[in-house]
């Protein structure tokens, strides 16, 4: 199929990718020029594993190809995805300028009867507002369909070849035969593709993640709570998680969710909720929960530095939101580095991939190590902020001889309390009892 990716971020450049690799011909076009001029000399704009690998491959058989040309692709195209980024706007909602106006470009230069896909996360009601800019310009029959994307930063083109499933909003028979055999390289092991109405299909984005989201807070709050009562929980997210109604994924307590979509859709979710005056009370709860944990690592800092943090430099161990991506958005880390630089504190960061981002966004004002123990080396303490595999099994001895208090504040409780302390460490972690006796 000749099919067009409008936006070629996390999400388009991936679905590209993947589409081109399983034989269509696929153009992925930006209005963004500078990358544009790198993709299509295999430089990615971000890293994800595997990415790189696929995008040069499917280049070379010219089953991939890289635009700035908007409209002359879409003149190509018989299948088109919209998978332009739907930022926060002031009040939380979706802000939908970016999808209209690709819409608008896409519905000026239609030539071929096309499926027209929302892939971006949007709210419900906007395919019709789609149709409605395309109709006001395409002078040939379209379809537009929603399909939301569940790929996750990190592991994103494993999650687009092998998905747990596929939901499709559709409404005419042309577009779910389009869209059956688009995907069905996808499902061979027969995981489902979900045809649905479009309301459902766009509802049931925001829906699985506040549903994840709500895990993750649930678990936060608990964290709390086991401090409070002597409880540890790891135990407690064990017992709970083999339960298989539960099951043991998104348990981990932590400095708060962060990424593109957690916080973003969660409170959009809220904001078509507050439109069509339905309180969803438990969905409002997770946000504000989150907003507290997001200060969490910085108060334990504080504690730990005997409530004054001037002067002290440290050190932070990893910037993204998570392991495996270079996305900075709305991380936890941006949040604590942000309060430790306006009580005084000075920062010195390192992450495997993400130093790069984080320089334009702090220049000066952060300091960049070449490796974790540089970044620790003469700090008054250390705070693990993501979870990295390199950060997992640290040699201790070594970190705490470089460290010049040695104080660990791990956000992601990845070490041992008895261990630390055995060696000398004052650690502290989210919701298990600290290692040290009185
Ligand atoms: N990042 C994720 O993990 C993820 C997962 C599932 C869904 N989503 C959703 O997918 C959408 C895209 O997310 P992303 O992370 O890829 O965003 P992104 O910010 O990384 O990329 C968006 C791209 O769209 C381009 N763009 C904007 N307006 C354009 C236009 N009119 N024409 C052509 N290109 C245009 C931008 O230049 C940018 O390159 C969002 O709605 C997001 O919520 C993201």
């Not at 999808?99 to 395919?127: D, F, M, Q, Y």
């Not at 807070?217 to 086991?226: D, K």
Request: with cysteine; proline share 5%; net charge negative.
């Amino acid at each position: 199929m000749r099919i067009l990716v409008v936006g070629t971020g996390y999400v388009g450049l991936v679905v590209g990718a993947c589409l081109a690799e399983t034989g269509n011909a696929v153009v992925c076009a930006d209005v963004d020029v500078p990358k544009i001029d790198d993709l299509q000399h295999n430089v990615l704009p971000i890293y994800e594993p595997g990415l790189e690998e696929l995008v040069r491959r499917n280049q070379e058989q010219r089953r991939l190809r890289f635009s700035s040309d908007v409209a002359s692709a879409a003149e190509e195209a018989e299948v088109i995805f919209l998978a332009v980024g739907t930022p926060p706007g002031e009040d939380g909602s979706a802000d939908l300028r970016h999808v209209l106006a690709a819409a608008e470009t896409v519905g000026r230069h239609l030539r071929n009867e096309a499926v027209i896909i929302t892939k971006s996360t949007v709210p419900v009601g906007t395919a019709h507002k789609v149709a409605a800019v395309l109709g006001r310009h395409a002078r040939v029959p379209f379809h537009v369909c929603s399909n939301p994307e569940f790929l996750k930063e990190g592991a994103a083109v494993e999650d687009f070849m092998r998905p747990d499933r596929v939901v499709l909003g559709a409404e005419t028979d042309y577009a779910r035969s389009v869209l059956a055999e688009l995907y069905a390289p996808f499902v061979r092991t027969g995981k489902p593709i979900l045809f649905m109405d479009i309301a459902s299909a766009e509802l049931t984005k925001y829906a699985a993640n506040a549903m994840l989201a709500t895990r993750i807070s649930f678990m936060n709050e608990l964290a709390m709570l086991c401090e409070q009562v002597g409880a540890n929980v790891d135990s407690v997210r064990r017992g709970i998680g083999t339960d298989a109604r539960i099951g043991p994924s998104f348990l981990f307590p932590g400095p708060g969710y962060g990424g593109s979509c957690f916080p973003k859709d969660v409170r959009a979710l809220l904001c078509t909720a507050g439109l069509h005056g339905v309180p969803l009370g438990v969905v409002r709860a997770v946000h504000e929960a989150n907003e507290r944990q997001k200060h969490l690592l910085f108060d334990r800092l504080l504690d730990a530095l005997d409530g004054d943090v001037r002067g002290a430099r440290v050190a932070v161990w990893g910037l993204a939101f998570k392991p495996q991506t270079d996305d900075l958005r709305e991380s936890p880390a941006l949040a604590l580095i942000g309060a430790l630089l306006d009580a005084g504190a000075s920062v010195t960061a390192h992450d495997p991939v993400a130093m790069a981002p984080a320089r334009q966004l702090f220049g000066d004002h952060v300091t960049f190590a070449a490796t974790s123990y540089d970044a620790a080396d003469g700090a008054d303490a250390l705070a693990v902020v993501t979870d990295w595999n390199e950060y997992r099994h640290p040699d201790f001895v070594r970190l705490r001889d470089l460290l010049a208090r040695p104080i660990v504040v791990d956000g992601r409780n990845l070490y041992q309390p008895a261990k630390m302390a055995s060696l000398g460490f004052r650690y502290h972690s989210i919701g298990r009892p600290n290692g040290m006796t009185a």
